[in-house]
């Protein structure tokens, strides 16, 4: 058992009873308030202290056998408090289990966190615009990004494996990677596995990307070499396939961390050492090799962890459009034709490695890093051969804190009129994003958002950008002289009770200046809007002429109404009692009150003591006529029974009150 102790109580003032072998190891978990004990079999317990209970009981996690089970060699255990993490380790054997986080708020897209989200556009075969992601518990979810609402989930896509990759490869399959090696193609529409491709040969490898690339599926990630499976092997009617041999020869020295592809012949690997190597898709051969780490442009070397291909700029040989990024929050523009890097600027300080995409004009770049901070970018212009932005970096457009921890991937999305950004993170959640910062919602709320009717702000040009950003700069520096006079001309009074200065002009606008008023301001923004006018521009019944000065709100239907014609009526005389009160009020009565002088009684009124009936008029004619009938019954049953004298059936014949109750029993 665990005992609860006080430093100034000799006794302990409370005992937690629950483990049937000898406690080896107590833990702490201050955050939560809450013990975790281990005892000798092996058995966790998860205590809460205040309440002295037992929350929960684990087994079997650590391994059981005679080298372990009551064994001398010990078992160390570490709390990780900030990330709620417990770290065991037992002879050869070190495990890590992860708390979940107490989520009171929040809305949660998946149990687990988001490792990948991809955005499915519509086709024949796909009805609607949707949205998919996947998360470390090997679930795949289908969602619609209209409404926000869950179309279709796959749950244990690869058993208990986490899903670490994921491509869309339409019309209607959706191909996922796992950390066991393996590849499985789904289809979008009936959530069936029509293949299964042993990336690892039957054995647990990190796949870090997939692509399809003309009837062929590669991956990379574990390897320096490029993991393919060709056509045949994908129209074959095996439902496992083993991987081929790539072509080409093996150009990386370290493991591939990532690839990108763009039809018809652009192919890009990237490895951990920063190397880039361009592929010709179709001999399978390298093309050119771009080593950051010989390039005299590049102030730090880093790993790529992701590519971005611009489509808008590959056919302009002075134009930079491969995309690259990777740790340290650097972000890098190729030239595909000459390999040089045509540009680059740290996207994020003191972070440990970012992700971006862009969308399809390739004019808005995206970057999110392991903080939850997300920057939206206008790249249009910028290291493209046309030098409009010539600074060493990017316009920035917008930078918004997205979520609470890593965001592990984002994807720019275009819907009709629409651009928005979907961004999936290690706190299980998955949003959806305006480009200026504006949360739509959160997918798997109660309540559906319409992106149809939300109201978004286009994205900008650089010019306007620029041009509107000058002229605020230039409102807020270059203020006229003659109102900064008149503000310093102004009468200031003091208040003779406090005294202190204030000006009774003065006002200020704590919705628009503070903190709270910002957020209560954005939180209103996102409500739906209410049917009803809110100012009188809306009204066509209003008048100029009878509209608020200044702009203010309606105060009420009231204000609507027209009272001009009731100026001719004039005041109104006041009536005669109201200016001679004493000729119409006096105080007689209050002097009767007072005199004493009493009021004449009341003569009491006669009371009938008695009343009487009319049976006729009491009872219908059949009852009566019913009385009679069972009268003369009863008597001549009297007379024939000889139990009854004469003067005594006379009496009860001139008797109503014996009569009426059998009228009433032989009626009923």
């Known amino acids: 058992m665990v005992r609860l102790w006080n430093p100034y109580v000799k006794k302990p003032v409370g005992v937690l009873g629950g483990h049937m072998t000898s406690v080896t190891h107590v833990i702490l978990n201050g955050s939560r308030g809450q013990l975790i004990s281990l005892s000798m079999d092996k058995t966790f317990r998860i205590w809460d202290v205040q309440r002295q209970a037992c929350l929960q009981r684990l087994t079997g996690i650590l391994a059981k056998g005679p080298d372990v089970l009551y064994s001398p060699v010990p078992v160390s255990l570490l709390f990780d408090e900030p990330k709620n993490r417990l ?3 037992s002879n050869n054997l070190l495990s890590i289990m992860d708390m979940k986080p107490e989520m009171k708020d929040r809305v949660l897209s998946h149990e687990k966190p988001v490792t990948c989200t991809k955005y499915i556009g519509r086709t024949k075969q796909i009805p609607f615009y949707q949205v998919a992601s ?10 619609n990004i209209d409404t926000g609402q869950k179309l279709k989930q ?22 996922s990677g796992s950390s066991d090696g393996s590849i499985k193609i789904w289809d979008i529409n009936t959530t069936a596995c029509h293949r299964v491709l042993q990336a690892g040969r039957e054995g647990p490898v990190d796949i870090l990307q997939v692509l399809c690339i003309k009837r062929r599926v590669i991956a990379v990630g574990w390897s320096r070499d490029i993991c393919v499976f060709r056509d045949k092997q994908l129209m074959s009617s095996d439902f496992t396939i083993q991987p081929d041999e790539w072509s080409g020869r093996c150009e990386h020295n370290e493991d591939i961390m990532c690839a990108v592809y763009r039809a018809p012949g652009h192919l890009a690997t990237a490895s951990a050492d920063g190397e880039i190597v361009c592929w010709n898709p179709n001999s399978e051969n390298k093309v050119m090799k771009l080593e950051s780490r010989s390039n005299k442009v590049m102030k730090t070397q880093c790993t790529v962890e992701n590519m971005i291909l611009l489509d808008k700029r590959l056919d302009n040989p002075a134009a930079a459009g491969l995309l690259t990024c990777g740790q340290n929050g650097w972000v890098r523009f190729w030239n595909m034709d000459s390999g040089k890097c045509e540009g680059e600027f740290i996207s994020h300080l003191n972070v440990d490695s970012i992700t971006m995409a862009v ?36 316009v920035m457009y917008r930078c918004w804190s997205a979520h609470g921890e890593c965001i592990t991937e984002v994807e720019v999305c275009v819907r009709g009129n629409h651009v928005v950004i979907v961004s999936a993170s290690s706190d299980c959640s998955l949003k959806l994003w305006s480009p200026d910062g504006m949360c739509i919602g959160t997918f798997g709320q109660e309540e559906h958002w319409k992106l149809d009717s939300i109201e978004m702000c286009t994205v900008p040009s650089v010019e306007a950008l620029l041009s509107e950003r000058e002229k605020e700069e230039s409102m807020a520096t270059d203020e006229p002289d003659s109102e900064a006079e008149d503000k310093l001309n102004e009468i200031v009074e003091v208040d003779e009770t406090t005294g202190v200065d204030f000006d009774p002009d003065y006002s200020y606008e704590t919705w628009n200046a503070t903190i709270l008023g910002k957020s209560y ?20 019944q209003v008048g100029a002429e009878q509209r608020p000065i200044s702009g203010t709100q309606m105060g009420g239907p009231s204000q609507v109404l027209k009272v001009s014609d009731l100026d001719s009526i004039g005041v109104p005389q006041r009536p005669d009692f109201m200016t001679n009160p004493h000729l119409y009020f006096s105080d007689g009565f209050s002097d009767v009150a007072t005199k004493g002088t009493k009021l004449p009684a009341i003569p009491p009124s006669e009371v009938k003591q008695s009343l009487k009936f009319d049976e ?33 059936a006379s009496s009860s014949s001139n008797k109503t009150p014996t009569i009426l109750p059998r009228l009433r029993a032989t009626a009923f």
């Open 87 to 89: 770290i065991m380790s």
């Open 134 to 143: 996947a998360c470390q518990g090997s679930t795949i979810t289908l969602w």
């Open 616 to 648: 006729k008029n009491l009872f219908p004619k059949h009852l009566l006529d019913a009385g009679k009938d069972s009268g003369s019954l009863v008597r001549a049953r009297k007379n024939k029974l000889g139990k009854g004298s004469s003067t005594r």
């Open 521 to 540: 301001a954005s939180q209103r923004s996102q409500k739906r809007p209410r049917k009803q006018p809110h100012n009188y521009a809306r009204l066509p």
């Open 154 to 175: 796959i749950q244990n896509a690869h058993g208990e494996s986490e899903i670490t990759a994921m491509i869309i490869d339409l019309p209607s399959k959706l191909l």
């Open 359 to 394: 969308d399809s004009e390739n004019k808005l770049l995206v970057t999110a890093d392991t903080s939850g901070e997300m920057k939206s970018w206008l790249i249009d212009g910028f290291c493209d051969g046309s030098n409009r932005q010539t600074s060493d970096k990017p």
